[in-house]
């Protein structure tokens, strides 16, 4: 069975980016996980109020296992990280506890944020450098797992410690993992704009989508389209945000979700003028 890991930061960051990707390829027998770097505590409230850091990390915790269960996500891990604080963590630390996660699940496919994190988010875009990294880590020692006997004695300790419990697995994969930046096109980001269902800006910032042309991937949700709505609905502290995606009829963001292939393996990947777009992951 093939595996797809999703590494956000935020709980509802999995159902706007890439929900209908998610039902889509659990559909066709994807096993699908998702790594959540914290519980999303200082967001917004919404109804809730004057609610704790704590306790309203655990609605948002119950919210997005309410959300896994209805696009049909096999596993969801929290790392734990406080909420606003990825971009403060010390070098390594959120790198290497994304790469354990793909050392535990030896995934076919890994999606992230692309690297302005969609809104700016500072925490968006620390995870997205994190996950790049952790992943070159992962196919770098994948690709040297068939020649594990001839490593010489610290690679082959080293890796023979770290792939213990997922050796053989990676071993049997059948081609290089591929690593994909979940992203808006242009054309998308501007259209919503230009209808006032997004702002302009987004963390001081202005607000843009990927060039229309980097876009290597674009994925035909339309038959998903009611799975994700309801995995958004079950993030109800943050209604106010699904509600504006939601009041426009035909949407293009519950149409495609789009995706930038960066790295087959660890090579990089760009768009090509004469490169046309996939349909599939």
Same mark, same amino acid.
Request: glycine share 8%.
């Given at each position: ?22 039902? +889509? ?8 996980? %998702? ?26 915790? *119950? ?7 209805? @696009?049909? %996500?096999?596993?969801?891990?929290? @790392? ?7 971009? +403060? ?21 890994? !999606? ?5 994190? !969609? ?6 875009? *620390? @995870?997205? !450098? ?23 004695? #610290? ?9 213990? #419990? ?12 591929? %690593? ?32 229309? +042309?980097?876009?290597?991937?674009? !994925?035909?949700? *339309? ?18 945000? #699904? ?9 293009? %963001? ?28």
């Amino acid at each position: 069975m093939k595996k797809l890991l999703l590494v956000f930061p935020h709980p509802d960051d999995e159902s706007f980016t890439c929900g209908g990707t998610i039902a +889509k390829y659990v559909a066709a027998g994807w096993d699908v996980h %998702l790594v959540c770097a914290t519980r999303g505590e200082v967001g917004e409230r919404g109804a809730l109020g004057e609610t704790s850091d704590e306790d309203f990390g655990q609605v948002r915790q *119950k919210e997005l296992e309410a959300a896994g269960t209805i @696009l049909g %996500l096999s596993t969801i891990t929290f @790392l734990g990280f406080k909420d606003g604080t990825l971009s +403060k963590l010390s070098p390594g630390e959120l790198e290497d506890r994304v790469f354990r996660e793909m050392v535990r699940l030896v995934p076919h496919v890994v !999606i992230t944020y692309e690297p302005r994190g !969609i809104t700016n988010h500072p925490d968006h875009m *620390k @995870l997205t !450098i994190a996950t790049t990294v952790a992943f070159q880590r992962f196919v770098l020692d994948v690709a040297d797992l068939p020649q594990f006997a001839d490593l010489a004695g #610290a690679r082959q300790r080293r890796l023979g410690h770290t792939y213990k #419990a997922s050796f053989e697995e990676c071993l049997a994969l059948e081609h290089a993992p591929r %690593l994909y930046y979940a992203c808006l096109p242009e054309t998308v980001v501007g259209y919503l704009k230009k209808l006032k269902i997004i702002s302009n800006e987004s963390f001081g910032k202005p607000l843009e989508g990927t060039p229309d +042309k980097f876009i290597t991937t674009v !994925i035909d949700v *339309k038959r998903f389209q009611s799975k994700k709505v309801k995995a958004l609905q079950a993030h109800q502290s943050q209604t106010a945000d #699904a509600q504006r995606l939601l009041s426009l009829a035909k949407n293009p %963001l519950f149409m495609n979700e789009y995706f930038i292939l960066r790295m087959s393996g660890y090579d990089e990947v760009f768009m090509g003028k004469n490169d046309t777009v996939s349909n599939r992951l």
